[in-house]
């Protein structure tokens, strides 16, 4: 037998996509002025940024980053540990734990290594790591990288949460989940597992990408709308790529979870830490996040908008109240389809296919942020009823 060829292997993987419609592609973004975007040279609307609160282009914030720039230059130029952990990220760090009711928070450079750095920081082989099934692939990943059992449950189900908690009783033991689902948009039981990780003598992680910012008190998150504080949640991850319009993390927790993660979750020790500048861009967008609720309150009358006209048409959305708003098409070749429709009359719809989620859900997901108009809203909804329809009757 001899050795595979690594040019074979890859020309067979690269084939099988495009043999599925699942090849990707990534597009050039041009010019940005929220939501109107130039794309490949053509203007677009943008309905599938998570920049749920139109923050990324935030003039506070870029003057913020533009000036902490000049201080400490373009990069941090080590790792935390070495030298690179400066004065701008611990001032955000502690407004952060502040604003969020815990005792220290921790800045990541994305939110992908700060979910990774949880799980396999706390977790070794032996111990249990208890998700649900729809989880984000980062909590995947991690409990994957600790060598933990990893259980997984049926979407939302507590109940079976709880059960797969119950068939270890003598492991050391997490229960993770995404507050507000990525790809359907639906919120995680908070309260019920939280219930079960506390009788359990579990570890509740929660991962709030798609829920700080935009829901609860002050943007504090599901958690906090739920009414779940520090106690009920030792671990909470915020990623600042969505509604904070930046990038970056920062894990919640108490002093002693904290320093455990700053000594030996190795994506925080072993890499350079985020850019200073942008540390200052986050505090900016922090101020707007807690005090700025009217762009809350914009992006929840946009989202019933989009839903009350999106269910006149009959569209297939998701039951989701969040600014995610999945329309399932089933097959590749159709989300595909719809999307290039939209592209043509003007809306940029990014079509989501497997990996990302299961085999025959493909599906456009549609997000909604504070920068969108009424108008622009109900002409995507018009657009995609009569793209459907002419798409499923063959015009
Ligand atoms: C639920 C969830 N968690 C974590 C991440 C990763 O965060 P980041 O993009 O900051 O790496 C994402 C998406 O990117 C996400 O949707």
Same mark, same amino acid.
């Given at each position: 037998m001899s050795r595979p060829r690594w040019s074979e292997r890859l020309a067979v993987a690269q084939a099988s996509r495009a043999r599925s419609d699942a090849l990707r592609r990534r597009r050039v973004v041009e010019r940005v002025e929220g939501v109107h975007v130039v794309v490949d040279g053509q203007p677009l609307i943008n309905?599938? %940024?998570?920049d749920y609160l139109g923050l990324a282009g935030s003039l506070d914030a870029v003057s913020a980053l533009q000036e902490a720039a000049a201080w400490h230059g373009v990069g941090s130029g080590a790792s935390a540990l070495v030298s690179g952990h400066h004065v701008l990220h611990a001032r955000f760090e502690r407004e952060a734990a502040e604003w969020m009711g815990y005792e220290r928070a921790l800045y990541f450079p994305s939110g992908y290594t700060a979910n990774l750095a949880v799980l396999q920081a706390l977790l070794d082989g032996g111990d249990l790591c208890v998700q649900d099934k729809l989880n984000h692939a980062c909590l995947l990943d991690g409990a994957r990288l600790a060598g933990a059992e990893l259980k997984r449950y049926p979407h939302r189900d507590f109940g079976g949460a709880l059960r797969q908690l119950q068939s270890m009783p003598e492991a050391a033991a997490v229960l993770a989940t995404d %507050?507000?689902?990525?790809?359907?948009?639906d919120v995680a039981p908070l309260r019920e597992l939280a219930l079960a990780a506390t009788g359990e003598h579990a570890l509740f992680v929660v991962d709030e990408a798609h829920g700080v910012g935009v829901m609860g008190p002050e943007g504090r998150g599901a958690c906090a709308a739920a009414n779940l504080s520090a106690r009920d949640v030792p671990a909470l991850v915020a990623p600042l790529g969505k509604a904070f319009g930046g990038q970056g993390a920062l894990v919640f927790g108490g002093t002693s979870l904290i320093e455990h993660l700053l000594q030996s979750a190795r994506p925080y020790v072993f890499s350079t830490a985020g850019a200073p500048a942008l540390a200052a861009a986050m505090s900016a967008n922090l101020e707007a996040v807690r005090s700025q609720g009217w762009r809350r309150a914009k992006l929840a009358s946009l989202v019933a908008r989009f839903r009350r006209g999106a269910l006149r048409h009959g569209?297939?959305?998701?039951?989701?109240?969040?600014?995610?708003?999945p329309l399932v098409l089933g097959g590749n070749s159709r989300a595909l389809a719809v999307a290039r429709v939209l592209e043509q009359q003007g809306f940029w719809v990014a079509p989501i296919r497997p990996p990302t989620v299961?085999?025959?859900?493909?599906?456009?997901?549609i997000t909604l942020t504070a920068a969108h108009t009424e108008i622009e809203v109900d002409a995507l909804v018009d657009v995609l009823a009569s793209c459907l329809e002419d798409i499923d009757t063959g015009a």
């Open positions: 309905f599938c %940024s998570n %507050s507000v689902f990525s790809m359907d948009g569209l297939p959305v998701l039951e989701s109240n969040t600014p995610i708003q299961p085999d025959g859900k493909a599906r456009l997901r």
